[in-house]
């Protein structure tokens, strides 16, 4: 049996689910927080979880992201005045970005700018499928209606405010388009600001900062929860809240979900500092028995994503994607040698490269010349029983040219070799 439990998250309306087993109760929390003030849907129905610590539940898969934070992630009511004190001192264009799905704080920028006295106008196909999907099931987030953006771009700067997607860089986002100078309408420029309320996702740190590097060279004025803290609040339970979720389930097992490795391990300690009496942090993949006995991992399925490359089914981290990028990074290197029935150099040994540079003061044919030697070498220095072994002397000469190409390159490219046999 399974039923849904009422808690707020940074989505609408999220709920976690009472799993229910002959052999015992697992809550499963999926993303949650704990927000005094949702501004859309009902507050965490703590009553609920009360009622299932006191009847029993063997264990608690939950959410671990914000688990290294102190204190509580905040509430969405308290980000709604923020925003409305930052748009309404900006006296040009303002552009906020943020997380399509965060639907509370779609309508806090909506609120924001009209009480500056700005026009909405909705950038980007997440924003607006997202806000046509909320208004479907009765949330009214647009009452006086959006403007498009071709109006957007003709009305003075301080009668506009953009609901941009984009927060994470993502580069055919519309406020990628935007720092681009390539979006076909809005345009971004010196007194203008972009507002990000949104977190950095582990990983896309790289892009985000590309993208306002981009913006900044435009003149556009940057305003991040670093300099406003209040702008953004988490949609993820820090230790406050994980604890307040321990004390009401009270569960005999806690298994930490949703977050890097270093998360989970810490949630787990951080279980068992609350007194719960089992904790087991899984990897991606692990089969995890509950009951009967101690909780522990028993198995592995397989996980993770599974690419189609030219026709077939292959896994991320299998090998043919890991030499591909290795090759890429770092190029290829491919020797030919022959070796007589004695086991002496007939012919080569000649190297060839494929994606490694060269310099008119030194041309790629003569650094090529140089790891021929320098293969040429690893072969003369095995002795006669190791030439007669293939692997033995496509090893050396792999070795040799690695080693040469790390301090020409300072790379390690990937190394084939055909030794052919008279």
Wanted: proline share 6%; aromatic share 2%.
């Amino acid at each position: 049996d399974v039923e849904m439990v009422t808690l707020t998250h940074s989505i609408p309306e999220p709920n976690g689910l009472v799993i229910r087993t002959p052999l015992g109760v697992v809550l499963h929390t999926g993303d949650w927080k704990i927000d005094p003030s949702p501004l859309l849907g009902e507050v965490t129905d703590a009553g609920a979880l009360r009622q299932l610590g006191d009847d029993g539940v063997l264990a608690m898969v939950c959410d671990s992201t914000n688990v290294f934070v102190d204190g509580r992630a905040g509430s969405e009511a308290d980000v709604r005045e923020e925003l409305i004190r930052v748009i309404a001192a900006q006296t040009g264009r303002v552009a906020v970005a943020c997380f399509a799905s965060n639907v509370a704080r779609m309508e806090t920028a909506i609120v924001a700018g009209r009480a500056a006295g700005r026009k909405i106008c909705l950038v980007g196909r997440s924003m607006i499928r997202m806000a046509a999907a909320a208004r479907h099931v009765g949330m009214d987030v647009d009452s006086q209606g959006f403007i498009s953006e071709a109006q957007a771009s003709h009305l003075p700067p301080e009668q506009v405010l953009l609901l941009c997607t984009g927060s994470q860089g993502e580069p055919r986002a519309a406020l990628s388009r935007i720092a681009d100078g390539s979006h076909p309408h809005i345009r971004l420029g010196a007194g203008d600001a972009v507002i990000f309320s949104s977190r950095v996702i582990p990983g896309n740190e790289i892009a985000i900062r590309d993208m306002q590097n981009r913006l900044s060279e435009r003149g556009i004025r940057l305003i991040t929860d670093r300099e406003h803290p209040g702008i953004h609040v988490s949609g993820h339970p820090c230790r406050d809240e994980l604890a307040d979720m321990y004390a009401w389930a009270r569960p005999q097992i806690s298994i930490p979900t949703h977050g890097e490795r270093r998360h989970l391990l810490e949630h787990a300690a951080f279980a068992r500092d609350l007194q719960v009496p089992q904790a087991v942090a899984p990897r991606n993949g692990d089969m995890v028995r509950l009951a009967p006995g101690r909780a522990e991992v028993i198995d592995e399925v397989p996980a993770g994503r599974i690419y189609i490359d030219g026709g077939f089914l292959t896994p991320q981290d299998g090998e043919p994607l890991r030499e591909r990028r290795h090759a890429a990074t770092s190029g290829v290197l491919h020797a030919a040698l022959v070796l007589d029935g004695r086991g002496r150099i007939a012919s080569g040994p000649q190297v060839r490269a494929i994606g490694l540079p060269g310099e008119p003061e030194r041309p790629l044919d003569d650094i090529l010349d140089d790891l021929a030697d320098a293969a040429e070498a690893a072969v003369r220095r095995l002795d006669g029983d190791q030439r007669e072994i293939d692997a033995e002397v496509e090893a050396a000469i792999s070795r040799a040219l690695k080693k040469a190409a790390q301090r020409i390159w300072g790379r390690r490219p990937v190394v084939q070799t055909t030794l052919l046999r008279l």
